[in-house]
């Protein structure tokens, strides 16, 4: 069975979607005690500045107590935390997990960021023994079927993400960006995509590294760079702070931008989930801060909501064919069955005409040549009936083959 449980922008503002959220290493230490309990097969921990959604394969089709399990893992939730909470199962989490692939789930439409974090959160949990076949396909046919889809879709060609979304609500809100210098707090994929943003608008751009990096760093060309430690020092020198980190703790506080001060109006933009700047940091007379609650609410022109429709519709193509797949595992017994019968059934009838190859051996070889293609022939029948037929109508296919067999 597949279950999901969490939240999102839509059921939670920032300051509860903190409660929720996770670092990687959070989000390891938490799948690695998930998959431990009773019942369960594998687990994706997917935790974005949007969302924190848990997907959970388990035994049978008992559900799973997953609110419990859920507050086991994040000690500070509490009772009245609950009311931000979402639970699918089955089909449901399935079609979710799929308009989160297609970005109909996200801030910005069709976000183009997303599906790399969905890939990023299979992978995490890959590399910390949390997945399992189902997941494994899941997340696949998910992923492989949201690009397929997105590159037919209209809307999505303009390649939204949040980034370009907040940089153009900063513009919306009169603030300047040609010849301003910025600072960018992280070089991460939030923090490089700012960077590139700013540069477009004609910001003049400096990006944070932490000092403790080794190796080469890849800076975003055309950006200038200083050490993480140096970023209060430098903002004296800025109008515009965009800070993008995993950071458990605060980028900017309210003490350290006071100390500052300042003549002209700096502009805090925070894109991180949990906050990386201090809200207390609006307090202070020349300090403006947005959130990613500051970003606006998209209105849709008619032709965007038929293709949010359509979208929909053909994405039930997609949760299709994951039960299609999901059905036909129970099949695969039998198909093997089938297959090795038939092989049986070719070898019985073919004897004659191998029979005419004198040499023992090669009479032999050739024999298990043919039976192999003969099999995978049969195999390769199977499955596409299998992917085409409803589930009852391969069964009785099936049993009529079985029959033929004396099975």
Partial sequence: MIQMIGTDYQLANVEKREKFSMTKKECAKV????VEKEGVLGCVLLSTCNRTELYISSTGKTSLPLIKMFWDIRENLKEEDKAYIVQYEEEEAVRHLYHVCLGLCSQVLGDEQIIGQVGEALQWSRENKGTNQELEVLFRIGMTGAKELKSQIPFFQKNPTLVSKSIQMLKDRGILLQGKKCLVIGNGTMGKLAAVKLLEEGADVTVT???????????????????????MAHLKECSVIVSATQSPNYTITKE?????????????????????????????????VYSLDSLEEEVYDEETKK??????????????????????RDFLPNIEAIMEESKKDFLFRTRKLFSSIENREERQKVQEQAAKAAKKVSGRLLFQLRDKLEPEEFRQCLDALEDVYGK
């Fill in 256 to 288: 350290e931008v006071r100390k500052v001060g300042g003549k002209n109006p700096l502009f805090f933009l925070d894109l991180a989930m949990p906050r990386d700047i201090d809200p207390k940091v609006g307090e202070l007379s020349f300090a403006i």
């Fill in 31 to 34: 799948i690695q005690r998930i």
């Fill in 209 to 231: 590294v932490r000092q403790y990096r080794s190796g080469h760093v890849e800076i975003t060309k055309g950006a200038k760079i200083i050490l993480y430690g140096d970023r």
């Fill in 307 to 328: 293709n949010i429709f359509t979208t929909k519709e053909k994405a039930e193509e997609i949760v299709k064919k994951f039960f299609t797949w999901k059905e036909g």
